[in-house]
């Protein structure tokens, strides 16, 4: 079953600190250069790492994703796989202090904002909306992602009740483009591997 944001938390028990205090980002660039090869091993590309701590306890936060060439969302059985691999590197680092930790991997949701050329190979042929800098904003479906931009098939409005139309193919640069975000299609979710239950916003995104 594919899952666009599965999330799996393996708990860890210990003592140390009680006072609240927060990781610094180079811990969480630490912790994400000790699990990045075991992600990569697994055909998965390592979103991102973050680290929360309160007191005696932290929350390793840990986004994988498919690789930019592939459509569809990690499965939740990916999802447990690699978060058992991940606990157990995580057990084993000598850096790491006596403090329990859980430890929450998930994929990112289609709520996330398309903000990077992989975001957008990964959106290939949804319908999106684009945040088009010194421009006016587009809605369209994915065409093709180069090294350059997107190009889209916009979707001209039409009168009520009517089905939009599509425009001719319009590539938008990389540097004019501030943002984009995916239009939940449920009738095209079938077709890209995607179910209606794991098309939220993700909290990690």
């Given at each position: 079953m594919s899952n666009a944001?599965?999330?799996?938390?393996?708990?860890?028990?210990?003592?140390?600190?009680?006072?609240a205090e927060s990781v610094h980002n180079p811990e969480a660039e630490r912790v994400r250069a000790l699990l990045e090869p075991s992600v990569q091993?697994?055909?998965?590309?390592?979103?991102?790492?973050?680290?929360?701590?309160?007191?005696?306890n932290r929350v390793?936060?840990?986004?994988?994703?498919l690789p930019?060439?592939?459509?569809?969302?990690?499965?939740?059985?990916?999802?447990?796989?690699?978060?058992?691999?991940?606990?157990?590197i995580l057990d084993s680092d000598p850096s790491y202090d006596s403090r329990p930790y859980d430890l929450e991997v998930s994929s990112p949701g289609v709520g996330r904002p398309l903000t990077e050329p992989r975001h957008w190979?990964?959106?290939?042929?949804?319908?999106?909306?684009?945040?088009?800098?010194?421009?006016?904003?587009l809605?369209?479906?994915?065409?093709?992602?180069?090294d350059d931009g997107v190009t889209l098939i916009p979707e001209i409005a039409a009168k009520k009740g009517m089905k939009p139309k599509q425009g001719e193919p319009e590539k938008i640069p990389f540097?004019?483009?501030?943002n984009g975000k995916?239009?939940?299609?449920?009738?095209?979710?079938?077709?890209?591997?995607?179910?209606?239950?794991?098309?939220g916003p993700s909290e990690e995104a």
């Open positions: 944001e599965a999330t799996t938390s393996s708990d860890r028990t210990g003592t140390g600190k009680t006072e091993a697994n055909r998965l590309y390592l979103e991102d790492v973050s680290i929360q701590v309160a007191g005696a390793v936060h840990v986004v994988v994703d930019q060439e592939e459509t569809g969302g990690v499965s939740l059985d990916v999802i447990a796989e690699i978060s058992k691999e991940l606990s157990g190979h990964r959106a290939r042929g949804r319908m999106v909306k684009v945040n088009v800098i010194q421009g006016e904003n809605t369209g479906r994915i065409q093709a992602v180069d540097d004019r483009i501030r995916v239009e939940i299609e449920f009738s095209h979710l079938d077709e890209v591997g995607l179910e209606d239950e794991h098309n």
